[in-house]
Every structure is written in structure tokens, then in C-alpha cells.
């Protein structure tokens, strides 16, 4: 498989150039392109590349999303909002896309990703490399597996599977209409190392919350794990400060903590593509 230039600049006006350097004309050719920090961009830069591909010949275009941005609105939670992720997927296959691929998209309400594709679309998982990164780099005791909130459970019992440990999620639970009371729903954690898994940690929020529960149980390492690491603002910062001992992402996203390369189950699945 051969690695396409493309040459990508701006105009003072900020419009975009693309220039494919390569002849792609009766070539599958597969697009690699998270869609992080400005995701607008970043798909707009997509359809442009896709669009050109097709246009110079391309047999077949993969679009690859190590990063699906916008998967989250994926529903109207309040009348007239826009679902967002269903307007992605319409642009994505606008462009002549042959088959779609992402790394750990955010279902939580859709169970199958084809659903909102009417091309080939598949949902890979990196979480069996960022639970071997952890099992051969950190040393771990007694550890259990904790997702911060029942969104996370897939990729926390994922993990679990994986590494044979216990896992658990952590539960709001309202004591009265002043006091919401955050814990474990059925594990201890006291004397624990525990690992936090979710898939996207944004501005932290949800992690640091979760860290200061742990902490407060009685957990001891603390190491956080997640798919993509948004990390945005000061969120690095907040994680350490709020207690943990190691926090580590994958590389669908760059990021400080991007140990853990997505490469492997992207290579993978393209590896078994027909062309
Ligand atoms: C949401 O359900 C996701 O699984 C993450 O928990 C969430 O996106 C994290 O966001 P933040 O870091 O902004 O709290």
C-alpha cells in the first residue's frame, strides 16, 4: 500500500487549496483524517479530499475517522435541536465515500454504526491496545476497572474483559433534593488500584469528578485511560491536580498522552478491504 501526498494550503482568505500529488485514477484509496479541536475544518477537509479522489478516478474512497466528532448529539435531547452525527454521515457519503471506518465512535443510544450509514460503516476498538499498553507498562495491584458513568460501561467492561479484572461504574444516587451522592454501585475500591476507562475525555470534568470520588473511597493508583484524548484547555492539568497518577490516550487524537498507537486495528481492518 502506497502513502498519497496531498499539498493543502490556505488562501489569505482563508479558503482552502488542495492538491493531490499523486495518480490516484483506478486506486482504492483510503483517507485518514481525525476530526478533533476544529472539527469543522477537519471534515470540510475531508469532503474536499474525498470529492478530489473521486473525481481524479479513485476506484473506491475509505473514508477513516480514528476521531468521530459530533457522534455525541446523536438524538434530539431537547425539541429542535440538530442531530448532529446524522448530518456528518450525510456529507461524509454526499462526497461518492465507499465504506466508512472509525475508532471507538461514541454509541451509546445507536448500538450499531451502520445504522447511520447507508454505506459500509464500521466501528473499530482500540481499547484492547490502551488495556496491553497498561498490563505491560504500569504496574498494577489488586485492580478493578471503573467507568465514570453508565455511558462508559462498554468500554469499562471491555477493559475488564480484557485484563480479567472486576469493573464497576459510578452512579449518581439523588439523598434528597440538595444532595446527589457519587459512588461505586457495587465495588469497593478501598485499597485498590484502579484503572478509569471512557472514551473521550473533553474539558475533564467528568474525570476529575470521578478521580475525586475514588480518591475519597479510598482507591490508591490512579490510572486514567481513554480512546481519545480531547484534552481541552487546562484539562491535563486538572486530572493531575485532582489526583491521578497516570492519565494516557491513544493517538486518534494528538495529544501530551498519546502513548498508544491506533495504527495496528486501522492497518488491520484495511488490510481486509476488497478492492
Ligand atoms: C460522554 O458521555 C463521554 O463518554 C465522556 O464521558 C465525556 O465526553 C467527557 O467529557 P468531559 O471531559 O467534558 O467531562
Same mark, same amino acid.
Given at each position: 500500500m502506497a502513502v498519497s501526498k496531498l499539498e493543502i494550503k490556505r488562501f489569505p482568505d482563508g479558503e482552502r487549496y488542495l492538491r493531490v =500529488? =499523486? &495518480? +490516484?485514477?483506478g486506486q482504492c484509496v483510503a483517507v485518514i483524517q481525525s476530526t478533533s479541536h476544529r472539527p469543522d475544518e477537519y471534515l470540510f477537509e475531508y469532503l474536499l479530499i474525498a470529492d478530489s479522489m473521486k473525481d481524479l478516478g479513485a476506484k473506491k474512497v475509505i473514508a477513516v475517522f480514528p476521531y468521530l466528532a459530533y /457522534?455525541? =448529539? &446523536?438524538?434530539?435531547?431537547?425539541? $429542535?435541536? /440538530?442531530?448532529t452525527i446524522e448530518t456528518v454521515a450525510k456529507l461524509i457519503e454526499? +462526497? $461518492?465515500?465507499?465504506e466508512f471506518y472509525t475508532v471507538d465512535a461514541h454509541l451509546h443510544r445507536i448500538s450499531d454504526i451502520s445504522r447511520i450509514f447507508t454505506i459500509p460503516a464500521y466501528n473499530l476498538s482500540a481499547v484492547p491496545l490502551l488495556v496491553e499498553y497498561i498490563s505491560t507498562n504500569i504496574e498494577l495491584d489488586n485492580s478493578v476497572v471503573i467507568g465514570p458513568d453508565e455511558e462508559s460501561e462498554q468500554w469499562a467492561a471491555a477493559a475488564a474483559r480484557i485484563l480479567r479484572a472486576d469493573f464497576d461504574v459510578l452512579e449518581k444516587k439523588r439523598i434528597n433534593a440538595e444532595k446527589v451522592e457519587i459512588r461505586t454501585r457495587r465495588l469497593s475500591v478501598k485499597n485498590r488500584d484502579v484503572i478509569v476507562v471512557d472514551d473521550i475525555i473533553s474539558t475533564g470534568g467528568t474525570m476529575v469528578e470521578t478521580i475525586e470520588v475514588l480518591r475519597r473511597e479510598g482507591a490508591r493508583k490512579i490510572v486514567v485511560g481513554c480512546i481519545?484524548?480531547?484534552? /481541552?484547555?487546562n484539562a491535563l492539568a486538572r486530572l493531575y491536580d485532582s489526583g491521578a497518577d497516570v492519565v494516557l490516550g491513544t493517538d486518534s487524537i494528538p495529544s501530551p +498522552?498519546?502513548? +498508544?498507537?491506533c495504527a495496528p486495528v486501522i492497518a488491520f481492518a484495511l488490510r481486509n478491504v476488497k478492492e
Open positions: =500529488q =499523486q &495518480d +490516484v485514477s /457522534a455525541r =448529539q &446523536d438524538e434530539r435531547f431537547n425539541p $429542535g435541536e /440538530a442531530i454526499s +462526497v $461518492g465515500t465507499n481519545h484524548p480531547i484534552l /481541552a484547555g +498522552v498519546s502513548r +498508544v498507537s
